[in-house]
């Protein structure tokens, strides 16, 4: 009801309306593409994304609506790791099949501050993807 709204408020005032997957459009996403299109590393088999940072804001911190369940609808998947599902999508296509964990490991919160997806992709690969808020060392690879 509320994305109805939305959206009909953006077409009424013509403003567009969308979803800030930027990684879409990063050069070094297309170029995985082509290298991947082009065979010369052959096919695909497996893919790992690992996406972790410490997350703990204080109360009155602007962030710290990330930890409320009915404003972030959950934790580190739902803040960064939908960018990286995303980009998967646009590399490898469609998910055949998918199962995950999502938990609290560290913190005792709303939200889960660790995740694990399995994807199994439409055009073969299969891809694990990991995500946390409760890592102190931060890594962003794929």
Not at 109 to 137: I, Q
Request: aromatic share 12%.
């Amino acid at each position: 009801d509320e994305c109805d709204r939305m959206i009909n408020a953006c077409r009424v005032n013509n403003v567009k309306l969308g979803i800030a997957y930027y990684r879409h459009f990063y050069p070094i996403i297309e170029r995985i593409k082509q290298i991947l299109s082009s065979g010369q590393i052959g096919r695909p088999v497996m893919v790992q994304i690992n996406a972790f940072e410490y997350f703990d804001p204080p109360a009155d911190l602007p962030r710290s609506w990330f930890l409320k369940k009915a404003e972030a609808g959950g934790g580190p998947m739902f803040d960064f790791g939908c960018h990286r599902i995303e980009v998967l999508l646009n590399i490898f296509g469609k998910i055949k099949s998918t199962n995950g964990f999502a938990g609290n490991i560290v913190f005792d919160r709303e939200v889960e501050d660790t995740c694990t997806a399995h994807f199994a992709f439409e055009s073969g690969p299969w891809a694990v993807l990991n995500v946390s808020h409760a890592v102190f060392e931060p890594r962003d690879t794929l």
